[in-house]
C-alpha cells in the first residue's frame, strides 16, 4: 500500500503524528515527577489530556474537509495506543496500576493492531463505534489515574476504581467483538 503526499500532509494526519510524537515526552515527565505531591505532576496530565483531545479533533477534520485517508486509518489507532499504552506503563511502573491491569489491556490492543495488520493488504480496518467508545473510556479513566486529584480528595479513589473497571470491561468485550467479526469474515469467504 503506497501513500501520497496528501496522506501524509494533511492537517488530520499532522496532528495524529504529532499525538504519537508527544508520547516520549509524557512519559518522561510522567517517570521523573511520579509523585502525586510533584506540582509537575499536572503537567504529564496536561499533555496527556491535550494529545488525547486531538484524537476527537483529528477525526472530525478529517470528515469534515474530506480528507480521510488510509494512512490516517492506521496512524489514529496506533497514536491512541501509544499514549494510552504509556500511560498504563508509567503507572504500573510508578505503582499507581496493577500490571495485570496493564498486560490485559495492552494484549487486547497489540493483538487487534496485530490484525489489523495482517489485514491490511485486503481492507484497512477503521475503528467501529465499540472502539471509539474504548477509546473514550480510556482517555477518562488515565486521565483521572494520572492526576493527582485523588491525593487531594480521597473520597475519588473508589470511583476511580468503578471507572477503571467499566474501562477494562469494555475494552475486553470490543476486543472480542472485533474477533467474532474476523472469524465471521473468514467462514464467509
Given at each position: 500500500?503506497?501513500?501520497?503526499?496528501?496522506?501524509?500532509?494533511?492537517?488530520?494526519?499532522?496532528?495524529?503524528?504529532?499525538?504519537?510524537?508527544?508520547?516520549?515526552?509524557?512519559?518522561?515527565?510522567?517517570?521523573?515527577?511520579?509523585?502525586?505531591?510533584?506540582?509537575?505532576?499536572?503537567?504529564?496530565?496536561?499533555?496527556?489530556?491535550?494529545?488525547?483531545?486531538?484524537?476527537?479533533?483529528?477525526?472530525?477534520?478529517?470528515?469534515?474537509?474530506?480528507?480521510?485517508?488510509?494512512?490516517?486509518?492506521?496512524?489514529?489507532?496506533?497514536?491512541?495506543?501509544?499514549?494510552?499504552?504509556?500511560?498504563?506503563?508509567?503507572?504500573?511502573?510508578?505503582?499507581?496500576?496493577?500490571w495485570a491491569i496493564t498486560i490485559l489491556i495492552l494484549v487486547r490492543e497489540v493483538g487487534i493492531t496485530a490484525y489489523r495488520m495482517v489485514v491490511i493488504r485486503q481492507r484497512v480496518i477503521a475503528a467501529n463505534s465499540g472502539g471509539k467508545l474504548k477509546t473514550i473510556l480510556q482517555g477518562i479513566v488515565?486521565?483521572?489515574?494520572?492526576?493527582?486529584?485523588?491525593?487531594?480528595?480521597?473520597?475519588?479513589?473508589?470511583?476511580?476504581?468503578?471507572?477503571?473497571?467499566?474501562?477494562?470491561?469494555?475494552?475486553?468485550?470490543?476486543?472480542?467483538?472485533?474477533?467474532?467479526?474476523?472469524?465471521?469474515?473468514?467462514?464467509?469467504?
Open positions: 500500500m503506497t501513500y501520497s503526499r496528501r496522506d501524509w500532509f494533511n492537517l488530520p494526519n499532522l496532528i495524529t503524528m504529532a499525538r504519537i510524537v508527544v508520547v516520549p515526552v509524557f512519559i518522561w515527565i510522567l517517570l521523573a515527577h511520579s509523585s502525586k505531591s510533584d506540582g509537575l505532576r499536572w503537567l504529564a496530565v496536561v499533555l496527556f489530556v491535550a494529545a488525547i483531545a486531538t484524537d476527537g479533533v483529528d477525526g472530525a477534520i478529517a470528515r469534515k474537509r474530506g480528507l480521510v485517508t488510509n494512512l490516517g486509518k492506521i496512524l489514529d489507532p496506533i497514536a491512541d495506543k501509544a499514549l494510552i499504552g504509556g500511560a498504563m506503563i508509567g503507572l504500573s511502573l510508578i505503582g499507581e496500576l496493577a488515565f486521565g483521572f489515574l494520572l492526576s493527582p486529584l485523588d491525593f487531594y480528595w480521597t473520597w475519588l479513589s473508589p470511583l476511580e476504581g468503578l471507572l477503571l473497571l467499566i474501562t477494562v470491561a469494555v475494552t475486553l468485550w470490543t476486543g472480542i467483538t472485533y474477533l467474532r467479526e474476523a472469524f465471521a469474515r473468514t467462514q464467509g469467504n
